[in-house]
C-alpha cells in the first residue's frame, strides 16, 4: 500500500524537475536570445495573415 504512495512521490518529483529543467532553458538564453526568438515570432504571424488569410 505505501510503495503506491512512494511512486506517486516519485512521479511528483519527476515533473517538479522537469519543469525546473524547462525554466532554467529560458533563463539560460539570455535576453538577446529571447528577444531574437520574439521577433522571429512576430514575423512568423505577419507572414501568416498577410498569405494565408
Known amino acids: 500500500m505505501s510503495s503506491g504512495h512512494d ?3 516519485e512521479y511528483m518529483k519527476r515533473k517538479a524537475r522537469e519543469k525546473e529543467n524547462h525554466y532554467n532553458i529560458l533563463t539560460n538564453l539570455g535576453w538577446k536570445s529571447v528577444g531574437v526568438l520574439f521577433l522571429l515570432l512576430i514575423i512568423a ?3 501568416y495573415t498577410l498569405f494565408f488569410r
Open 45 to 47: 504571424f505577419v507572414v
Open 7 to 9: 511512486t506517486e512521490k
